[in-house]
């Protein structure tokens, strides 16, 4: 019949999906060994890009086999879905088929016609199935022989490029892993080592990930390996705390490359490691952001219809360009664009847009906020209080429309709630404000080393996570570092120009001036002079050209997503 006919042809774009996707993903090893570290970054952008290429492509094939008018009797998806899940009830990867129904419906139909019996709103995966085994690993049972465990471990990941050093390596690793852990840790006969069998790979480096055990403990253990260009490749330290491990899965990294049978294994398994984690951001950082999506949205729909949770505006300074408003109890902020923007933003909508596109495609170093868009959501005029809803209707009628008692929103982004850096300083104390504003002098200077130049660098365009790090996350005026025009503010001529309220001096559209951050960032005068001996750097435009040069030149400048511990003096002598 022509629904089974249908639901095989939307599969059928599933596995063409699904196949470059693993090409891709597979060629990581390689990229690594060969530390061809630009082809890593267009590798990474071009599966970003592949879900929303491979979703056209079906759509254009189910409507050229079966006819539009065929496809948009709505009576019939039904049907086609039932079909749908006798196929996909024996894979491994049922889960992601089900997200990828949804796209080729919502490509068809509006959101209108959306509803639990037309496609996969909730999920028909068995809740547990996840739990039932463990992806692929490899256990390793010291016995109180902890160099030996290690000595396999080395063994059994080996690369085309041999380790550098590797019994220096070994020895370094050894003494790392004994001073983060208590000492009878090490030494108890049930200690095991459990690592997740594929390597995890993500822009210049590789991870093994997994978790060291006894029966009453756990802690997640990964190690991260680097490869020196020319010197073969090194574990370059041990990491077993929970919350350094969760700042490598951020939301504000990069998607891992990682080869995955069963996702939902992998995921189910990370999510012991890091219970914090939500699982729409552990299926988004391994590259399924489409399934991160889906399990984001259903989130967001059990808990409004689980609590008395209302949407209010975020605080913080509104912005000039961007409506933002929030849940409560729901650890994210919704972004939609303002009708009219403040005159001294010189964008319009769709350059906003782009721009939301550059940072999903780009290399976010842990220092921007991964974003997702979402089309049509609705949600109850009583999930709203009224000021709330007051203020979108009025800055931004033509997002935010009243049908009845729905609020109906056309467009916005998604994006992880943080405290915004101005007012985490407001109640900062001396030690923390200093923190702060070394971390906000690191995340500019990580961005541009991964050639981003935020463009808006004020206070309130950074936020602080609950980890304590500081993030970018106003992208309206972001832009490559390298079209920017860094400039030294020339001498004046007269002394006039020094009085005068206009620039003696012609000032182009990508010009920047390094040398007025100082006063245009910080009107607490404490705060520039402690930022100035922290990274008076970045006042001066020749820092900002050799950077450019850097990247011009093509080099890809290492930005670590974790401390890079070193062993105290005491640790190496024993």
Known sequence: MMHAQIAQTILQGFDDYRERFRQITDGAPARFEQALWQEAQRASAERINLYEDK????????????????????????????????????????????????????????????????????????????????????????????????????????????????????????????????????????????????????????????????????????????????????????????????IIFSFTRSYFMVDVPVPAELVAFLKRLLPGKHIAELYTSIGFYKQGKSEFYRALINHLASTDDRFIMAPGVRGMVMSVFTLPGFNTVFKIIKDNFNPAKNVDHATVVQKYQLVKNHDRVGRLADTQQFADFRFPVSKFEPECLAELLEVAPSTVLLEGDVVLIRHCWTERRMTPLNIYLEHATDAQVREALNDYGLAIKQLAAANIFPGDMLLKNFGVTRHGRVVFYDYDEISYLTEVNFRHIPEPRYPEDELSSEPWYSVGPMDVFPEEFPRFLFVDLAQRRLFSKLHGDLFDADYWKGLQAQIRAGKVIDVFPYRRNELPEKALAE
């Open 55 to 246: 979703v056209a492509e079906t759509v254009a094939r189910v409507i050229g086999d079966f006819g539009r008018e065929a496809l948009l009797d709505v009576e019939r998806w039904p049907l086609i879905k039932s079909a749908y899940i006798r196929l996909i009830d024996p894979r491994n990867d049922d889960e992601l088929a089900e997200t990828w129904f949804n796209s080729i419906f919502c490509g068809l139909f509006s959101h209108d016609n959306i509803s639990d019996g037309t496609m996969f709103v909730h999920t028909t995966r068995p809740s547990l199935r996840a739990q039932t085994r463990d992806p692929h690993t490899r256990l390793y049972r010291p016995r109180g022989h902890l160099r030996q465990a290690l000595e396999q471990i080395f063994a059994d990941y080996r690369f085309q490029v041999p380790y550098e050093d590797e019994a220096g390596n070994l020895e370094r690793i050894d003494a790392l892993l004994r001073h983060n852990l208590p000492d009878w840790v090490c030494k108890d006969p049930e200690l095991s080592i459990e690592l997740i069998g594929s390597v995890f790979y993500r822009n210049k480096g590789a991870y093994l990930v997994g978790r060291l055990f006894t029966p009453d403990e756990q802690w997640p253990l990964v190690f991260p390996l680097i490869h020196r260009d020319g010197k073969g490749i090194q574990f370059d330290t041990v990491i077993t705390d929970e919350a350094e491990v969760s």
